[in-house]
């Protein structure tokens, strides 16, 4: 089943259908986008975590992670050069979202990725590609 609806313009001043980039009828496919409606209702967590990727410290840190098994605080303030409060303030909000998890030896707090999926999504967009900056 196809759903058809006139457009109205926006705009008395635009031509949207000069545009070229908009459709000049809205039809869509109920069924279609019902059944996508559902399976995207995670787009907020999957946003979440792109924001969170989007700090270049946050994403430095989780680009070492990936490069090591686990890693030191006080190496991920090294690699970063950034200091300790700050680092912490980072991972912090790295553990919230349950991308690195954490054990502590002795005197020491040990970082590494929580979810192997982070390291594939580095990998992926760390490659010469369009995506990578």
Request: overall charge negative; some cysteine; charged content about 30%.
């Amino acid at each position: 089943m196809v759903m058809e609806v006139n457009i109205k313009k926006l705009d008395a001043q635009a031509d949207i259908s000069s545009a070229g980039e908009v459709c000049q009828v809205f039809i869509f496919n109920p069924d279609l986008v019902n059944r996508l409606k559902a399976e995207l209702d995670d787009s907020a967590g999957i946003a979440a975590l792109f924001k969170l990727l989007g700090d270049e410290s946050r994403c430095t840190m989780l680009r070492a992670l990936s490069r090591s098994h686990e890693l030191c605080v006080c190496d991920l303030a090294e690699i970063t050069d950034l200091s300790l409060p700050t680092v912490s303030h980072h991972l912090r909000k790295l553990r919230e979202m349950k991308v690195v998890r954490s054990r502590r030896e002795g005197k020491l707090v040990f970082y590494q990725l929580a979810d192997e999926r982070i390291r594939t999504l580095l990998e992926v967009v760390s490659q010469e590609s369009p995506l990578a900056v």
